[in-house]
């Protein structure tokens, strides 16, 4: 069992279970000194692609979720890792308890670019799914984005 950050829509405990059956969520917790942000826009998306980077004046909030190896290898191919476009690092979490060691996905391509409106409330939607705080949440549904007639 290894244990997995979530910042994108995989914070939804529901579409995370779907994803991932045997993998529950243990916690919530924050990302200290990264940022959220876009990139990948090249890949021919509806838009940029979440992903985050180091930065010392931000913090992004994760979902913890305990993930066995069958589930690991299922979320390797969802999140296309297996292709190149995410790669695993290993993220320090600020839980309400210590903190803890987790991995997750980052976008092995430049920063950059406007996440689809779908995209971005999407995201939201999976924040407020598990329990993001309330100005976290308005956040994301307030970035920029870009507009594709969906």
């Not at 695993?88 to 987790?102: F, G, Q, S």
């Not at 950059?112 to 705080?133: C, F, K, Q, T």
Request: with cysteine.
């Amino acid at each position: 069992m290894t244990l997995y950050a979530a910042y994108g829509t995989n914070l939804d405990p529901e579409l995370m279970g779907q994803r991932c059956p045997h993998s529950p969520l243990r916690t919530t917790g924050w990302l200290t000194g990264w940022r959220l942000t876009f990139g990948g826009e090249e890949h021919g998306w509806d838009g940029a692609l979440a992903t985050i980077v180091q930065d010392p004046l931000e913090q992004v909030f994760v979902g913890l979720y305990d993930v066995p190896r069958a589930d690991e290898k299922a979320l390797d191919q969802w999140e296309m890792a297996d292709t190149g476009l995410y790669r695993r690092t290993k993220i320090r979490v600020n839980t309400l308890h210590d903190d803890v060691v987790a991995w997750t996905y980052v976008l092995d391509a430049y920063e950059g670019g406007l996440p689809s409106a779908h995209y971005l409330g999407a995201l939201a939607d999976a924040a407020e799914a598990a329990d993001a705080p309330a100005d976290y949440v308005h956040a994301l549904r307030t970035r920029p984005c870009r507009s594709i007639g969906l």
